[in-house]
């Protein structure tokens, strides 16, 4: 798990890196990034909300121009348990085990649309394995332990970047 922090520290402290956090509000573990967006929020982080798929919060994120994009999504995949974590660079998205995204328009092609108007250099998939896909507003405990696990990660490796740079 330390190598998952550093991992995901090394991200977050490059002077522009973004998070997008991504998911249907109305399909259970789908919630998984709009969920972990509400926590961050509250904590005072900037991050962007992306509801029903990173494309729908494709011109704030041109408009941040951020040098690594974070996307925060739920996946699916038999060879994960739920609430298995996942951390995948752009690269590898068609060589992973599971489905990439949910929504309406592949992962991959929105992240082209993305570098090429936002100069992004390097885009990162954050996934959770969701266990329930249906129509709710309920998350399965073990997809919400990973929210929770995932919250307080990212926060501490937001506070260790800060304290680095001042």
Known sequence: MKEFFEEIKRLLCRRNALIACTGSPLRMDDRAGLVLYSKLAERG???VECE???????????EQKPEVLLVVDAVYGEKLNPGDIVLVDENSLEDTVFPVSTHSIPLKQVIDMIKSRAG???VFLLG???KNLGI????SEEVLSSINYLADLISKAIEECRRRTS
Request: aromatic share 8%; with cysteine; hydrophobic share 40%.
């Open 45 to 47: 982080y900037h991050v």
């Open 52 to 62: 029903y798929g990173l494309e729908n919060c494709l011109i704030e994120i041109v």
């Open 120 to 122: 992004v250099k390097q």
């Open 128 to 130: 959770i394995r969701a």
């Open 136 to 139: 709710g507003d309920e998350i």
